[in-house]
């Protein structure tokens, strides 16, 4: 049972590590911000609450968030562990895990300038059939439209929070409300650090060397 979280401002690199760990040791990774994504695009009623706060580059409110959590590690993939990614973002997040008896063994949390944010977050690209993260420079898709990892055909977008206003705005909320958990979770001695300039690949070694 292994229980991991990524912690890290947007465009850290969090989507982009936390799956293939989740390939590696054989459990979910859950994505806050895939879920919400997927619920907005069903337009359930917690995606219809959720939408504006993610069009405007906010956070969720917290109640929504931690309610949707407790939902998904119900199911029967996450008895075995699961990766955090983008979940907690906020004490309270935080706290109610603990509440819940949720202990994490590892917060892995990724350091990467603002300059870097928007370097990555401005070329990004995402299938939303199967979640490959593309960069137009680094890593560009092989053909314009389709996705390398899973073959789906139209489905590499441009996430509508990656202009440079919605990145600004989602790294003010990271500082403020997301950035508190480095201490929060140092004072528990579950936190490991990973420098997160580089490639992709060199980024995973150094994941790897510190669990
Ligand atoms: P992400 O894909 O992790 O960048 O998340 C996209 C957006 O979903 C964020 O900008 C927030 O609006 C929302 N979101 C994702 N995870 C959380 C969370 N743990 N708490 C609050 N809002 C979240």
Redesign the pocket.
């Given at each position: 049972m292994k229980r991991l979280m990524m912690l890290g401002p947007?465009g850290a690199g969090k989507g982009t590590q936390a799956q293939q760990l989740a390939v590696e040791l054989n459990i979910p990774q859950i994505?806050?911000?895939?879920l919400?994504r997927a619920a907005k695009k069903n337009q359930t009623d917690l995606g219809k609450k959720a939408a504006p706060?993610?069009d405007n580059?906010?956070?969720?409110p917290d109640d929504l968030?931690i309610g949707m959590v407790v939902e998904r590690l119900k199911e029967e993939d996450a008895e075995q562990g699961y990766i955090f990614d983008?979940?907690?973002?906020?004490l309270k997040?935080a706290e109610s895990l603990e509440e819940m008896g949720v202990s994490l063994d590892n917060v892995i949390s990724i350091i990467v300038s603002d300059e870097e944010v928007h370097r990555r977050l401005e070329a990004r690209r995402t299938c939303s059939e199967c979640k490959a993260i593309y960069h137009l420079i680094f890593s560009p898709p092989k053909s314009e439209n389709t996705c390398d990892k899973c073959g789906a055909e139209g489905s590499i977008y441009q996430r509508a929070?990656d202009t440079p206003e919605k990145i600004e705005e989602?790294l003010r909320a990271y500082k403020a409300q997301t950035e508190p958990l480095i201490a929060f979770y140092q004072e528990k001695g579950r936190l490991i650090q990973i420098d997160g300039e580089g490639a992709p690949e060199e980024v995973k070694k150094r994941i790897q060397k510190a669990l």
């Open positions: 947007p994505s806050t911000g895939d919400l706060h993610m580059g906010k956070l969720v968030v983008g979940f907690p973002r906020t997040q929070d989602r």
